[in-house]
DNA sequence: TTTTTTTACGCAAACGTTCCCGATAACGAT
DNA sequence: ATCGTTATCGGGAACGTTTGCGTAAAAAAA
């Protein structure tokens, strides 16, 4: 079942001599004749010759492999994340190894086990919404792994970092809501646990402060799971819509919630924006083709991805030990639907 | 930068015992004393030794990781698939490597090089649109690499697929339209390359004769980047709508085609369905929540890389060569909306 | 007591590669 | 003839692990 693959000791024995110069020659090492490198090539050409990573990883003690953790693939902001690692690490040369925490503490604890086990030479992750305690990811990281964290991040860990602006994007999507009119707006938001979730709620508290509207706990409702529980959202939603002050604006925080969100009102027969309009945090492709047509806080994924992993690499391969860490800040992007565009607004439209 | 981390050697050199020992120790061999056994695994834990997989995965020439690649990991499907993967993976103690091909024959060749000279056991694989020659993954399955084919298969490979039924998919979709009284079915389908293309337009074909539609070639469009490129699908529209007899339904074989041929739909400001009707596969979770609320055939990816992967795994771990090939057909399920929906019928649902 | 068996461990090779040290030969300089 | 250079190559250790084989001591059998 195994297929034997050609080494250098294969070619030296074909050419009679050593694998040392083997090796130099592939290496175009000054020290072997130009005749013998010729030599080398050619059969290395002809033999089908590749080198073994494996091999080059045990004796280089290093894998030229980075881990990346997130909470989910099948999520519009993270797949666009991992293309633009993938993007830089595929440049560089560098495998990536995605795994999953599906929102699970314990999940991510796993993963990271895993890829450390794994022996990868740096990592990227985006906490779960569950991860309270990161002394996993400190041991690791004073052990001596390159970390770079991005999105949910968490200021415990000395590294560097790349997040959208957060607080700024909140603020301006719930500015937006309150110049069109909206009175009430209240909050879905992810576990307290998370960065984007305090500096979004941040957001929305500053810019309602800002206009003199003022903040009402019972507005603002957490998903511990991040919608990953689809009833969570339900029970949000339903708890918004029992106030005896119902809101008439809804912001959610990240992707799922955003359209979780707007699922439940759809399936509860309540209409966007006519009942209660709705702006969210998503990077979905298909927001302009949703009913209605949803104004979204779209992150710059891709160039997340890549700078992370820009920053990993040169973490990884500076040979002396890094101590000024960067926090990079990318601006979100407010684009504009029909979820956010109060009724009479509305008629002028259509 | 790197930590050193500790080895057999280790524990062998602070327990003044040989490495043959520890290694046995650790393997739990059975002619080791249980004192010394104790003895190392204590040690072992108090040194927090963790067995290195490259050394490993040197001499037992194999990596313990498999392959995968997918022309997009933003697309539902293909997450959904992965998903299934990965959860299987997991559970066997194999690493899974993501490649995306992006719909490029030429990046499909330079992922397989890059899996293979990462040395994985064994690949998953759904091809790219562009793919027409498969020599290259030919040239891997006959030096031995155990391959397993999904959706989007060829059959000049003899080994393990898992596929959608995407003839009988792509019949009970176009029969439920011609049931609702459509006369007129265009298709916009994937290259004419791939496996799914052929199959689900003969569905299409198959439907049409059943019902004594006559099938029209000019009703049929092919988009040769499967969507990747905005203007093809566009294009595809456009050329349907400037027929002397324009098409009343679409059907398309595709997530991205689906997704993209109602955003030009939209764009364009065609109502779906009152001026076209539109079914389409597509895993996507928002299909309930567009404009209008998609009809569309829905695979179980999930289930297929669960599939998939379990075959893999079984052709990995085989200790004889296997020679009888399985290929899994699972059912993709039409899961209605109001796209399909003809216009006298649409005011009664409202 | 002697012989055999068992128990428990060490030595060393192997996986594929790189690279530090030599080693050899040719050649010019002394 | 001797020496120092230079060019070109090979030997062998090392990376961390497993494992076949050998062997000492201890236990059991004779």
Redesign the pocket.
């Known amino acids: 079942m195994k297929f034997?693959?050609?080494?250098?000791?294969?070619?030296?024995k074909a050419?009679?001599?050593?694998?040392?110069?083997?090796?130099?020659?592939?290496?175009d090492?000054?020290?072997?004749?130009?005749?013998?490198?010729q030599l080398v090539l050619d059969c290395a050409e002809t033999l089908n010759?590749?080198?073994?990573?494996?091999?080059?990883s045990?004796?280089?003690?290093r894998s030229r492999s980075i881990g990346v953790v997130v909470c989910e693939i099948a999520n519009s902001f993270f797949s666009q994340v991992i293309n633009g690692i993938e993007s830089i690490a595929y440049d560089k040369g560098y495998n990536v190894i995605i795994s999953q925490s599906h929102e699970s503490y314990e999940r991510e604890m796993m993963d990271l086990h895993y890829l450390s086990s794994r022996s990868v030479d740096g990592l990227l992750i985006s906490l779960s919404t569950e991860t309270n305690d990161i002394s996993h990811l400190q041991a690791l990281h004073q052990k001596g792994l390159p970390i770079v964290m991005f999105d949910r991040i968490s200021d415990e860990i000395q590294t560097h970092c790349v997040v959208a602006d957060n607080f700024k994007g909140a603020y301006e999507a719930t500015e937006h809501l309150i110049q069109r009119g909206y009175k009430k707006i209240a909050a879905i938001a992810n576990s307290e646990f998370l960065s984007i979730t305090t500096e979004r709620l941040a957001g929305y508290k500053e810019a309602l402060h800002t206009y003199g509207h003022k903040y009402n706990n019972a507005y603002v409702k957490h998903c511990f799971y991040g919608g990953m529980v689809f009833s969570e959202i339900e029970e949000a939603v339903n708890k918004l819509f029992t106030l005896k002050q119902r809101p008439d604006a809804i912001i959610t925080t990240s992707d799922k919630l955003t359209t979780g969100c707007l699922k439940t009102l759809v399936r509860r027969g309540i209409r966007v924006p006519e009942d209660i309009a709705l702006v969210g945090f998503s990077n979905s492709d298909l927001a302009e083709l949703l009913n209605p047509p949803l104004t979204v806080l779209r992150q710059p994924a891709m160039e997340m991805g890549r700078d992370a992993t820009e920053l990993l690499l040169q973490l990884i391969e500076s040979k002396r030990p890094i101590t000024q860490f960067e926090k990079r800040v990318l601006s979100p992007e407010l684009i504009l639907g029909h979820s956010s565009v109060p009724q009479p607004d509305l008629q002028l439209i259509k």
Chains 1, 2 share one sequence.
Not at 20 to 27: Q, Y
Not at 58 to 61: A, N, P, S
């Open positions: 034997e693959a050609v080494t250098i000791k294969d070619i030296a050419l009679g001599i050593s694998t040392s110069t083997v090796s130099r020659a592939l290496r090492s000054y020290e072997i004749s130009p005749e013998t490198k010759y590749r080198p073994n990573p494996i091999a080059l045990l004796k280089e003690r």
